[in-house]
């Protein structure tokens, strides 16, 4: 029996002297300390449950969308050792028969339980709103190939990116609604109402709707011209769908994350990292599926040959570091575990994770009073360490 003793971030509250414990891959027990445990517990200062990171292309090097198994271990392994307990492996656009392979692959890694599922980003997304989505992949959506990756998948795909206004898009919302996947929008140069229609259709059938990192890869909100934007933070603020949020104080001011922190509140907002293969790397030349990535000051952006500054080319953050940023600036840590870890796990329909109470799997992140890492329990028991 493991037991840890630190203010414990719990659905209720945070507890602020706690002591959590842990059988086998369970939490058995979270109760406040009493006197009686003066020398009960591993102490830390802070006890969160484990960060859910829904998309997400790598790291340490690793590239989901087109590393070998190993490499994409490597990659899973570096996010669960800085506290990423539950992963959706990202691919980006690329032709078809790369996605099936690579989607096979992916879930090769997922029976092996090192992540949780696969995130197929694109094809089906708008060209004009590439990010750094390969444009020559881009293709109008196509509900068949769609079914072709999830098959693929066996069963291990759990959400699809594609842009509103792209063909058949209320075809692909059947295919998620078939094989019990998230239906993401993003990518997107869509009006409000064609982003409205496609989440209408989605909450007929019961399909999960995100929004994929708001803000970026689409227009901003104009008053007069309110597009997918609006729409899909105004149906966020409703509860009818759950948005995106990279931030990490490179794809999204601080002060925009703020304004959809207090507008939408943790329940319907999530961070992810859109991490590629650099993140926990040095700057330096990487590749996102079949392009070059220049890494700068940790920011990585699309490689130009012009001396033009290319576009932001997925994230280097861990969950951890957006936890850190946010906790750092003054925001409620207890909000901030929400959307690390509680909103995305409803996300996925993983009832048992996600938030610190007893029965759940043991996915915890022990921090000290500088909120540095101190301790990461994945199914209760320390993950092993990656670089
Ligand atoms: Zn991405």
Redesign the pocket.
């Known amino acids: 029996m493991i037991s840890l003793r630190g203010a414990a971030v719990t659905p209720t509250g945070v507890v602020p002297d706690a002591i959590v414990t842990v059988s086998g891959d369970r939490i058995a027990s979270v109760r406040p300390a009493t006197d009686a445990d003066a020398a009960a517990g591993e102490r830390f200062a802070w006890i969160l449950p484990g960060f859910v990171d829904i998309?997400n292309?790598g790291g340490a090097g690793g590239s989901f969308p087109d590393s070998d198994l190993a490499g994409c271990r490597t990659a899973a392994r570096h996010h669960r050792a800085h506290g990423t307990t539950t992963l959706l492996a990202?691919l980006?656009s690329a032709p078809g028969a790369h996605l099936v392979r690579q989607t096979a692959v992916l879930a090769d890694l997922a029976d092996e339980g090192e992540i949780d599922g696969v995130h197929l980003?694109g094809p089906f997304v708008n060209k004009c709103r590439c990010?750094?989505q390969d444009p020559a992949a881009i293709i109008p959506g196509d509900p068949d190939l769609l079914a072709r990756v999830a098959e693929a998948g066996r069963g291990w795909l759990r959400s699809v990116?594609f842009a509103p206004e792209t063909a058949h898009a209320l075809e692909l919302v059947n295919v998620c609604s078939h094989y019990g996947m998230v239906a993401s929008l993003g990518h997107t140069d869509a009006d409000f109402d064609t982003t409205l229609a496609v989440l209408e259709h989605a909450e007929r059938l019961g399909v999960t709707v995100t929004a994929?990192?708001l803000f970026n890869a689409m227009p901003p909100i104009h008053h007069r011209v309110p597009g997918a934007a609006a729409a899909m933070l105004d149906a966020a603020a409703l509860g009818r769908m759950v948005v995106e949020l990279v931030a990490d104080g490179v794809h999204l001011h601080d002060r925009t994350v703020d304004l959809v922190w207090d507008t939408v509140t943790p329940t319907n907002a999530v961070f992810v990292t859109?991490a590629?293969s650099a993140a926990g790397m040095a700057d330096g030349a990487y590749e996102l599926g079949d392009l070059h990535v220049t890494v700068t000051g940790g920011i990585a952006r699309l490689t130009t040959t012009d001396g033009t500054q290319g576009s932001i080319a997925?994230g280097t953050s861990r969950l951890l570091e957006q936890v850190q940023r946010h906790i750092r600036r003054g925001r409620d840590i207890a909000q901030a575990a929400a959307m690390a870890a509680t909103t995305g796990a409803k996300v996925l329909g993983l009832a048992d994770r996600g938030s610190i109470v007893a029965g759940n799997r043991a996915d915890l992140v022990c921090l000290d009073a500088d909120l540095k890492l101190a301790k990461v329990l994945w199914r209760g028991a320390e993950p092993p360490s990656a670089q």
Do not use: F, I, N
């Open positions: 998309h292309h990202s980006v980003e990010g750094a990116t994929t990192h859109d590629m997925g």
